[in-house]
């Protein structure tokens, strides 16, 4: 259930088991969401939804920061 979440940084705060629903609750870098829509349609063939609302800022790791600084310096100007 929890382990996309997991792969994308991704800080369990709560998991709620329901008749037919389970409700996970969790704090996950804006940056590592992409691409979870079609993720999670696929994990649940179709039968789960997810929402997302801004939380907070926090500091980028260091091991991240690098590869993160990179990928912005690479995009092209936009003018």
């Known amino acids: 259930r929890s382990g996309d979440l997991n792969r994308r940084r991704g800080r369990i705060q709560n998991m709620e088991t329901k008749t037919n629903a389970c409700i996970i609750s969790a704090l996950v870098p804006l940056e590592a969401m992409f691409g979870y829509a079609?993720?999670?349609?696929?994990?649940s063939?179709?039968?789960?939804n997810y929402s997302m609302e801004p939380s907070q800022f926090e500091e980028v790791p260091a091991s991240l920061l690098?590869?993160?600084t990179q990928s912005i310096y690479r995009e092209p100007v936009r003018t």
Not at 38 to 43: A, E, G, I, M, P
Request: charged fraction near 40%; glycine fraction near 8%.
């Open 66 to 68: 690098e590869s993160l």
């Open 45 to 48: 063939k179709g039968r789960a």
């Open 38 to 43: 079609t993720d999670v349609r696929s994990l």
